[in-house]
Nanobody, 125 residues
Framework: VQLQASGGGLVQAGGSLRISCTTSGHAFRGYTVGWFRQRPGKEREFVAGIRWNSGHIYYGSSVKGRFTISKDSAENTVYLQMNTVKPEDTAVYYC???????????????????WGQGTLVTVSS
């Protein structure tokens, strides 16, 4: 599964941005797709995940209520809508996919086998 994250950029604090994760050559059916982020000097952090078939969703505590993960089956794309962004949301955002992650709790990044290249989101204060 080859993943591509896109849509990152510069946004002011309090604003909104939507980033996307697409796959080429393989559909997301049967996979859990997750968003992680990595801030400078920090470990990779789980942001949100969606189980493609069931639609089950799980959020990391730092973004719950502000970010929304969704899917578009026709476009085979997973989105992360980021609202009320804060400077501490500045990070490289990665999408990942795996068949075996079930999202009953916050998953480790090590649970995901397939990763995209990341897209940089910068929030200015």
């Amino acid at each position: 599964v080859q993943l591509q994250a896109s849509g990152g950029g510069l946004v002011q604090a309090g604003g909104s941005l939507r980033i996307s994760c697409t796959t080429s050559g393989h559909a997301f059916r049967g996979y859990t797709v997750g968003w992680f982020r990595q801030r400078p000097g920090k470990e990779r952090e789980f942001v949100a995940g969606i189980r493609w078939n069931s639609g089950h969703i799980y959020y990391g505590s730092s973004v719950k209520g502000r970010f929304t993960i969704s899917k578009d089956s026709a476009e085979n794309t997973v989105y992360l809508q980021m609202n009320t962004v804060k400077p501490e949301d500045t990070a490289v955002y990665y999408c990942a996919a795996d068949r075996n992650v079930i999202l009953s709790s916050i998953p480790s990044s090590r649970a995901y086998d397939h990763w995209g290249q990341g897209t940089l989101v910068t929030v200015s204060s």
